[in-house]
């Protein structure tokens, strides 16, 4: 839908404000109290503010800020006069998809046992992502034993690392790469690869390996 035929809709009251709405997008109700709290913080307006300068009482403007209450088009427009946003403006990314980003904070990957745990690797899965056609797991590694034998891996996939610090002798097959803060390397992950010697600990590294769904 576009913008204009947002406002028609809402002219004509054919946009529900229902909060039974079971649309999997974001509730227009919403939507709309994002964008104009956003926008109020943004122009360092408070709602006393945006209520008298709108014409509007201050509960009706934190019930829409709130998307607790269904609200006319002209309503919306004086209160969208008051913050300096666009009525059109408004509407323009409301049928954006919302996407399925996830996040993960800092510390808080899930420990998990690879083959490399019991020699002292310390591996922490970030997220998981399934396509339609791929999927990926991307690990935070850490390894603190110099004198550690490592074994090697061998597993379907691509597979792309990343130094953040320490220094690592890598082996990928017959080849051997000196690998220091910032480097990279991506290689067929089923051709046997892993560290051949540590050189500087403790060294920590980003695994992200992507598999081909059949």
């Not at 999927?135 to 935070?140: A, D, G, K, V």
């Amino acid at each position: 839908m576009t913008t204009s035929r947002h406002i028609d809709a809402l002219e004509k009251g054919e946009i529900s404000f229902s909060r039974e709405s079971r649309d999997p997008r974001m509730k227009l109700e919403q939507y709309i109290a994002m964008q104009v709290k956003a926008k109020r913080t943004q122009q360092g307006l408070k709602i006393t503010d945006v209520a008298r300068i709108a014409g509007l009482s201050q509960g009706m403007v934190s019930k829409i800020e709130n998307a607790q209450v269904s609200t006319s088009l002209e309503t919306l427009s004086r209160l969208c006069d008051a913050i300096g946003l666009p009525i059109s403006q408004l509407f323009s990314s409301y049928d954006h998809p919302t996407g399925n980003a996830q996040l993960t904070k800092a510390g808080e990957g899930k420990e998990v046992v690879r083959r490399g745990t019991d020699k002292g690797h310390t591996y922490q899965l970030l997220n998981t992502q399934r396509g339609k056609k791929s999927s990926y797991e991307p690990f935070l590694i850490t390894m603190d034993d110099a004198s550690e034998v490592f074994p090697t891996f061998s597993h379907p996939g691509q597979e792309f690392i990343y130094i953040l610090k320490g220094q690592i002798l890598y082996r990928h097959g017959n080849q051997l790469f000196e690998m220091g803060p910032g480097d990279s390397l991506a290689f067929d992950a089923e051709v046997p690869h892993g560290p051949e010697e540590l050189r500087e600990v403790p060294l920590q590294l980003l695994s992200f390996i992507l598999y081909d769904d059949k």
